[in-house]
DNA sequence: GTAGGGACATACATTGCGTATGTCAATTGG
DNA sequence: CCAATTGACATACGCAATGTATGTCCCTAC
C-alpha cells in the first residue's frame, strides 16, 4: 500500500480533488485581482499565471471572463446572505432582525471587495443584479425578512420585494458614499440614522 | 460684400462653430452608442466613424474614452436635474417638491438611456457618482429639496445628504428592478407605493 | 491494455486602445 | 497682403488583451 492503484474509487477522489482544486485556484485569483484592479483592468493572462495556471484553463472551467466573474459574484453573494442568515436569526424579533440585516449590510457593502465587485462592476458587468443567476440571494433574504415583518403585523402593507429593493439600493447606495467620504465614521453615523429614520416609514403606525 | 473677408469677427465666429459642432457630434455619437451597445462594447472607431470623423478628433477633444463618456454622463446629469427642477417648481410644497421629484427620478431611471449610461456603466467608469466632477448636481439638488423640507418643518431630524442619498439609491435601483421586470407597470406601482411609505418615514411624526 | 475523453497548455488571429506623427486650413503679426 | 505659427483633425504604428483552435498528456472505462 505504498501507492495508491488507478482502481476507481480512491483515484477518482483525488481527480476530483484536483479539478476542484484548481477551480477554486481560479477563483480566488480571480476574486483577488476583481477586487483589486477592477473587471476591466484585471489581465486573464496575469491572474491566471499568479495561481500557476493559464487562460486554457479559466476557459476550460468558466468559459470566459465574463463566467468567472459571475462565479466569483455568486460567490461574495452567497456569503454575505449567509452572514446577514447568522446575524438576523440572533435578533429578537423579525423587525430588529430586518433593520439589523440593513444596518450590517450597509456595513458589508463598505468592504473594498464586496463594494467594487458587487456593486460597481457587477452590474455593468452582468446586468441588473435582479437578473444574475441566482437572483441576488441577499435581497430574497432581506425580502423573507420583510414578509416575516409583515406576516407580524409590524409592516405596512406595502410589496415585500419592492420593499427589499428599495433597502437594498438605499443601503449599497449609501455604502459607496460613505466608502469614498473623508470621514466614514461621521458619514456613516448620518446615514444610519436616516436608513433607521426611513425603515420606520415602513412600520405600521399604531 | 460677396464674400467675408478672414478679417476675424465672422470667420472666427463660423470657425468656433465649426468646432462646436465636431464636439456636439461626438458628443451625440458616442452618447447613442455608450446608450446602445455599453462602454465596454461601444467601439471608438466605430462610432466617431458614424459621425464623420475618427479617433483623432476624440482624442483631440474629451482626452480618450473616459473623457468622452464622462461628457455624456454630466450632459445627461444636467438634463436630469433640468427636468426635475421644472417639475418641483410646480409643486405646492416643498414636501410635494420632493416626493413627486423622488417618483418621477424613477420614471426617468426607467429610460434606457438613462439606466445603462448614468447607472450601470457609470460608477464602473467613473467611480462612485457623488465623486463625479459635477458631483451629481441631481443629487445635490435633492438634497436642496431636503434642505427645504427640513427648513419648512416637515422633515424630522435627518441629515440632508445622507436622506438625498437613500432616496438617490433607493429609486434608481427601483428603476433597475422596473426595468426588468416582466411586467413594468405593476411593478412600477408597488414600487412607487413603498417609496411613498418611506418618504414618510423621514417626515416629523406630528 | 488500449481506446477515448477530459483537463489544461500553447499558438494564432482579431480587435481595440493610446500615442506619435503628419497635414491642411485658419489666425495672427508685420 | 504675406509668412509663420497654431490648432483641428486624420493617419500610422505598437501593444495588450481577449477568444478560439489546436495540441498534449494523463486518467478512466471497457
Redesign the interface.
Known amino acids: 500500500m505504498a501507492y495508491v492503484s488507478s482502481v476507481e474509487g480512491v483515484m477518482s477522489k483525488t481527480r476530483k480533488e484536483m479539478i476542484a482544486e484548481t477551480r477554486a485556484k481560479l477563483l480566488a485569483a480571480g476574486r483577488h485581482a476583481f477586487a483589486e484592479q477592477?473587471?476591466?483592468e484585471a489581465s486573464m493572462d496575469d491572474f491566471t499565471a499568479s495561481a500557476g495556471l493559464t487562460r486554457g484553463a479559466l476557459y476550460h472551467h468558466f468559459g470566459g471572463k465574463t463566467g468567472l466573474f459571475e462565479a466569483v459574484a455568486m460567490q461574495i453573494d452567497d456569503e454575505i446572505t449567509e452572514r446577514l442568515d447568522a446575524l438576523a436569526s440572533r435578533a429578537a424579533s423579525p423587525w430588529e432582525a430586518l433593520v439589523e440585516s440593513c444596518v450590517a449590510y450597509v456595513q458589508m457593502a463598505l468592504e473594498p471587495e464586496v463594494q467594487r465587485i458587487m456593486?460597481?462592476?457587477g452590474?455593468?458587468?452582468l446586468?441588473?443584479?435582479?437578473?444574475w443567476p441566482n437572483a441576488s440571494a441577499c435581497i430574497a433574504f432581506v425580502t423573507g425578512q420583510v414578509e416575516a415583518c409583515r406576516a407580524a403585523g409590524v409592516l405596512?402593507d406595502?410589496?415585500p420585494?419592492?420593499?427589499a429593493?428599495?433597502?437594498?439600493?438605499?443601503?449599497?447606495?449609501?455604502a459607496?458614499?460613505i466608502?469614498?467620504a473623508k470621514n466614514p465614521e461621521g458619514?456613516s453615523a448620518?446615514?444610519v440614522?436616516?436608513?433607521r429614520?426611513?425603515?420606520?416609514?415602513?412600520?405600521r403606525a399604531d
Open positions: 477592477g473587471y476591466a456593486f460597481r462592476d452590474p455593468a458587468v446586468g441588473d443584479p435582479s437578473s405596512s406595502v410589496d420585494e419592492a420593499a429593493r428599495l433597502l437594498n439600493g438605499a443601503t449599497s447606495d449609501a459607496q458614499w466608502a469614498n458619514v448620518k446615514a440614522a436616516a436608513l429614520a426611513m425603515l420606520d416609514g415602513l412600520r
